[in-house]
Nanobody, 115 residues
Framework: QVQLVESGGGLVQAGGSLRLSCAAS????????MGWYRQAPGKQREYVAR???????NYADSVKGRFTISRDNAKTTVYLQMNSLKPEDTAVYYC?????????WGQGTQVTVSS
């Protein structure tokens, strides 16, 4: 199992930036990819970005060009740099770690963008 702890959320004005972090521990050797999802009030959880164990990245169209996913050299922490934030980016952001037979989730961190 992989334990994930997100941090870095907060309140920011539209146009501002935030950087989220996701620290992984446990069976990190078994992780194939790590990603970020978000869930706004009354909406389903949606995909934001992903980085594979090989370093390939992928983004949802809604954040492409504004958000950047990266990781540290030890591959234990994944970051989500969020620039040019919009009110519609307001959500709880969740980190996940995908393994062969399961996916682990963090507890989430709140991001609120004021207009």
């Amino acid at each position: 199992q992989v334990q994930l702890v997100e941090s870095g959320g907060g309140l920011v004005q539209a146009g501002g930036s935030l950087r989220l972090s996701c620290a992984a521990s446990g069976s990190i050797f078994s992780i194939n990819a790590m990603g970020w999802y978000r869930q706004a009030p009354g909406k389903q959880r949606e995909y934001v970005a992903r980085i594979t164990s090989g370093g390939s990245t992928n983004y949802a169209d809604s954040v492409k060009g504004r958000f950047t996913i990266s990781r540290d050299n030890a591959k234990t922490t994944v970051y989500l740099q969020m620039n040019s934030l919009k009110p519609e980016d307001t959500a709880v952001y969740y980190c996940n770690a995908r393994r062969v037979r399961s996916t682990d989730w963090g507890q989430g961190t709140q991001v609120t963008v004021s207009s």
